[in-house]
């Protein structure tokens, strides 16, 4: 296991609603990713916090928001959720991005928009 | 952006033979190629990386090349055993930018039969 957790571990929704994930990150790491993996499909890139900064962006609108908070700790947000927001959420805590590339993953929040 | 492709989509050996997963990517600043394994309903696991300075990386039964001319890398798994079934990804990134945002293949379901 990584020391990664993340909750809930399922969620159910639906359309229009909003959510917030949680993460907590590895001890000692002070970066947390956000990736959504659709039944199949490899995990894609939602953003990235270093340090309670956002620090990159993949190819997702606005209504995902997110936080890091002192501790590291880091929070999803998805507003005005959409049937195909349905999806594995993974976070992934890491080292100084300027030097450290390995992410640890958490188990995953399953999220059902209907 | 980057693009990682990744070739079989599933694979099924029987056990004691070995695996052998192929990934191609696009962009040649890529540095970091990470593979994780993922068992059903958990997180991706990382499971061997390996950096562009490196050509291979052997961890017991688990190896990794890189073909940086040719922009691809393989996952080779010998004697495989029933436990090895599960679905593996690769995914590359880059580390010029500050940010460590992996790109992931889709992924290759792996079944071992006993």
């Known amino acids: 296991e990584t020391g990664v957790t993340q909750s809930p571990t399922h969620l159910i929704k639906t359309r229009g609603q909003q959510v917030t994930l949680r993460c907590s990150s590895q001890?000692?790491?002070?970066?947390v990713s956000w990736y959504q993996q659709a039944l199949g499909q490899g995990p894609q890139f939602i953003f990235q916090?270093?340090?309670?900064?956002?620090?990159g962006r993949g190819n997702f609108p606005p209504r995902f928001s997110g936080l890091q908070f002192p501790n590291y700790s880091s929070e999803l947000n998805v507003n005005a959720l959409e049937l195909d927001d349905s999806a594995l959420y993974l976070c992934?805590?890491?080292?100084?991005?300027?030097?450290?590339?390995?992410?640890?993953f958490g188990p995953g929040t399953r999220l059902l928009v209907l | 952006g980057e693009n990682v492709e990744q070739h079989p989509s599933t694979l099924s050996v029987q056990e004691g033979d070995s695996a052998v997963i192929k990934c191609t990517y696009s962009?040649?600043?890529?540095?970091?190629f990470p593979w994780y394994k993922q068992e059903l309903g958990k997180g991706p696991q990382l499971i061997i990386d390996i950096r562009s300075n490196v050509g291979e990386k052997k961890d017991q039964r688990i190896a990794v090349t890189l073909n940086k001319t040719a922009k691809h890398f393989s996952l080779h798994i010998t004697e495989t055993q029933p436990e090895d079934s599960a679905v593996y990804f690769c995914a590359a990134s880059r580390t010029d930018t500050g940010r460590r945002a992996l790109t992931f293949g889709s992924g290759t379901r792996l079944q071992v039969q006993p």
């Open positions: 001890s000692g790491h002070n970066t």
């Open positions: 916090y270093y340090r309670e900064e956002e620090n």
């Open positions: 992934a805590s890491s080292s100084d991005p300027t030097w450290e590339e390995t992410q640890y």
């Open positions: 962009d040649s600043a890529s540095n970091y």
